[in-house]
């Protein structure tokens, strides 16, 4: 299976401050079809987890601006412009490139 | 609005067994795979199973191969698990999840399973 390793375990942010959350993969992520499916996952305290990001950098409808993703082949990163209270949770990367799909083992930001 | 809402967990002794339900509404049931998901206490998240649109695929991880069943009724826009010699390790909190390819767009509340004496 393919192994996600993310990075930082635990991020502590000044409020409108930036954030970085890395993801690396065991293998690269590029599919036949020449798509790289990288998605990121916010969690919120006791909510499910939500779709942010897909194929790297790609924005779900109603995700603010400040979020955005990038990366190729094995090295992925998510990043948070200005850190408001509401993206405290625990941030979650998960390939679905190869089978079976696999997650980070996630990066938990909050508020310093 | 698309939804998934998860229900049927709860309680159960060591060996016991369980059935969990997702009620799917606001899209095409019938056109999506689906997945169970499941997160143990403090841990990350972890696929358990998927099945096809038409129910003919079906995939489970190692852990749970051999006890736990999916499937689904596309009549009724529900998809299930049910699971069965439940151990410690199995106590979590379980999503159904739509997959389309390469991601799982959209995920259920979640329903939680405590095995445990």
């Known amino acids: 299976d393919v192994v996600m390793t993310q990075s930082p375990l635990s991020l502590p942010v000044t409020l409108g401050q930036p954030a970085s959350i890395s993801c690396r993969s065991s293998?690269?992520?590029?599919?036949?079809?020449?798509?790289?499916?990288l998605n990121w996952y916010q969690q919120r305290p006791g909510q499910s987890p939500r779709r942010l990001i897909y194929?790297?950098?790609d924005r779900d409808s109603g995700v603010p601006d400040r979020f955005g993703g990038s990366g190729s082949g094995t090295d992925f990163t998510l990043r948070i412009s200005r850190v408001e209270a509401e993206d405290v949770g625990v941030y979650y990367c998960m390939q679905g490139t190869h089978w079976p799909p696999t997650f980070g083992g996630g990066t938990k930001v909050e508020i310093k | 609005e698309v939804q998934l809402v998860e229900s049927g967990g709860g309680l159960v002794q060591p060996g016991g067994s369980l059935r969990l339900s997702c009620a799917a509404s606001?899209?095409?049931?019938?056109?999506?795979?689906m997945y169970w998901v499941r997160q143990a206490p403090e841990k990350g998240l972890a696929w358990v199973s998927r099945i096809d649109s038409a129910g003919s695929t079906i995939n489970y991880a190692d852990s749970v191969k051999g006890r736990f069943t999916i499937s689904r009724d596309n009549a009724k826009n529900t998809l299930f698990l049910e699971m069965n010699s439940l151990t410690a390790e199995d106590s979590a909190v379980y999503y159904c999840?739509?997959?389309?390819?390469?991601?799982?767009?959209?995920w259920g509340q979640g329903t939680t399973v405590t095995v445990s004496s």
């Open positions: 606001g899209f095409t049931f019938s056109s999506f795979w």
């Open positions: 999840a739509r997959a389309t390819l390469g991601t799982l767009d959209v």
């Open positions: 194929k790297v950098s």
């Open positions: 293998q690269s992520l590029v599919y036949s079809d020449g798509n790289t499916y």
